[in-house]
């Protein structure tokens, strides 16, 4: 990974040099011809290294976002293995007095599980780089829990969720609803981010946590996904809503459009 940080900051740097070298050329060689193509050679090579910036840019953009999926669902299953425990201490640790609660007990008692069981859980790097994000979390989740609203960790939509947090939603939604629901990690998912089987029916899902319209290219992917993992139905779930486009190959290759409100239906 350093060695791709490092050569994504090279390539800027090379493209300077190559403009330089194009204006330095242009006003050392008075031939018209050899100078027109000096410049077209040096166009041709900027327009490469463009292209590989932009490529070398997703693929890094790719791996930081899987990375980050893998510590969350890391941090959710550790969660869910101690929720009851932890439920149960902070309510042993944890004392109201004049209106206000006092939970410094508590507060100690969180810092050790943190130390301990995630840390030894999650990526190093991961876990000092979202310390704060972790201890919200778990905040969060316990609430839920004691509200009796936590079965699986992610229950209620939230706007500003994260789209690995969209994926577990759903997942989730799928699990209340009787489906055997579990998301996939990593590259190799195939366009499926989430693989549900129910009386003996397998469903290939492809969450979208979008802000603009979602369109063919999803039902494309999760259509292929379906036929991958040999699956008997594939759907699109967004919060976001479809272009007709995606709607009408939808149709054509028998892929639910949804919104996620939808899977408690299917």
Not at 1 to 13: A, E, G, Q, R, V
Not at 23 to 40: C, H, P, Q, R
Not at 95 to 103: N, R
Not at 192 to 212: E, F, M, N, R, Y
Request: proline share 2%.
């Amino acid at each position: 990974m350093k060695s791709l940080i490092y050569l994504i900051k090279i390539i800027p740097l090379a493209i300077f040099i190559s403009i330089a070298i194009l204006i330095a050329l242009d006003l050392l060689i008075v031939d018209l011809d050899e100078k027109n193509s000096l410049t077209l050679i040096i166009i041709l090579i900027n327009t490469v290294i463009i292209i590989l910036l932009i490529t070398l840019y997703k693929y890094k953009l790719k791996r930081i976002q899987e990375y980050n999926k893998k510590n969350l669902l890391l941090l959710h299953s550790l969660f869910k293995e101690h929720a009851k425990e932890l439920n149960a201490n902070r309510k042993r640790l944890s004392t109201k007095k004049y209106g206000y609660i006092e939970d410094k007990k508590w507060q100690k008692e969180l810092d050790l599980f943190i130390r301990t069981v995630i840390y030894s859980g999650v990526d190093t790097n991961w876990y000092f780089s979202n310390k704060p994000f972790i201890y919200q979390y778990i905040d969060e989740k316990l609430n839920m829990y004691e509200d009796g609203l936590l079965n699986s960790g992610i229950i209620q939509y939230d706007k500003n969720c994260t789209p690995e947090e969209y994926e577990l939603f759903c997942a989730y939604k799928l699990i209340q609803n009787g489906w055997d629901a579990e998301t996939t990690i990593g590259s190799g998912d195939h366009g499926a981010d989430v693989i549900a089987t129910k009386d003996g029916k397998k469903l290939i899902v492809q969450c979208k946590k979008w802000s603009a319209s979602v369109g063919n290219k999803a039902v494309q992917e999760v259509y292929s996904a379906k036929d991958y993992y040999d699956a008997n139905i594939a759907a699109v779930v967004s919060n976001a809503p479809y272009t007709p486009a995606a709607k009408t190959i939808a149709s054509k290759l028998d892929v639910m459009l949804l919104h996620h409100d939808q899977l408690d239906d299917i």
